[in-house]
């Protein structure tokens, strides 16, 4: 146990922290260390400050010889106004703080989420090992934020609890003479009640977590079937129409021609081939030798066609 009070252990603790969290994390540390700098002076004021005030103020009054007054009961609202506005100094901040850090752990769980969703796509199965980095960094951000958000909330009941004390016996010290409707002491109340906050971030993050834990002991079978399409009532049109055909005949004289209309050197099919296709993408390329046509040149037209990018269909004629 002592061991990890060694500063390199603790280092290694916190850097493990950080890394299986994720930067949510960082931020969570970060919005932590302002929210309790601002308790910690809180608290310091409340110790230290808060008591010298109360004498100051009361000193204040107390060199008054007027308490019974209109303007004396101005004075006597001003200090204790003095008072609750120090009182309540970096208190909203702090509420805003404590609302935060649940907020920016639920961010760490979806975060986490979408990396656990990111590993089943990629492999297609729920393997727990593959999902522990963003099953991590779910959980960790959660935790954070809802134990920083717990803590922060005892310490500002406490400090607002201070807070109304320390008014209300400033208000029951100041003694104000009778006269103009106000009693030798008046005590400041508040009948506003306020109205309970509702926040649904915890629940929004179990939520969360028990999808996790869904998708880990979920079971995704990826069986083998034959996959079948049905063919479409009404082909498009170009399905219905042949494709464009050309034709290559290898002459028992050894030269082509090209669709019965042009006759070419072997050397120069490549060209026509070329030309062909590109004018007609889907174009078909048909190789017919007739029975006498030389071998040589038969196979000279088909690797001129192979270069120009096609593989053509061949027939070659039978002698009778």
Partial sequence: MLDFLLPANVIEVIGGYLNAGGPVVVALLVSTFLMWLLISERFLYFLIYARRMLKT?????????????????????RLISEVRVENERFLGPIKALIVITPLLGLLGTVTGMIEVFQVIVDTGSSNARLMASGISR????????????????????????????????????????????YGAKRRLTSSDE??????????????????????????????VGIGITSPTPDPPEDLRRPPPTMILTVRSDGFVMIDDVRMVDPRSVTPAVEAFRAERPEGVVLLNAAPDAPIEATVLVLDQTRIAGVDPALAIQRGQ
């Avoid at 803590?151 to 004390?165: A, D, H, M, P, Q």
């Avoid at 109205?195 to 069986?223: G, H, Q, R, S, Y």
Wanted: negative net charge.
């Fill in 57 to 77: 103020q009361s000193g204040r009054w107390d060199e008054r010889e007027d308490h019974g007054s209109w303007q004396a009961h101005a004075f006597r609202e």
């Fill in 138 to 181: 779910a959980t960790i951000p959660t935790m954070t934020g809802l134990a920083v958000s717990l803590t922060g909330v005892f310490s500002i009941n406490y400090l607002e609890r201070k807070n109304t004390r320390v008014v209300a016996y400033l208000s029951e010290n100041l003694d104000v003479d009778a006269g103009l409707g």
């Fill in 194 to 223: 306020e109205a309970a906050d509702v926040n649904i971030t915890p629940l929004l993050d179990i939520v969360f977590i028990l999808l996790i834990f869904f998708i880990v002991t979920a079971t995704f079978l990826d069986e």
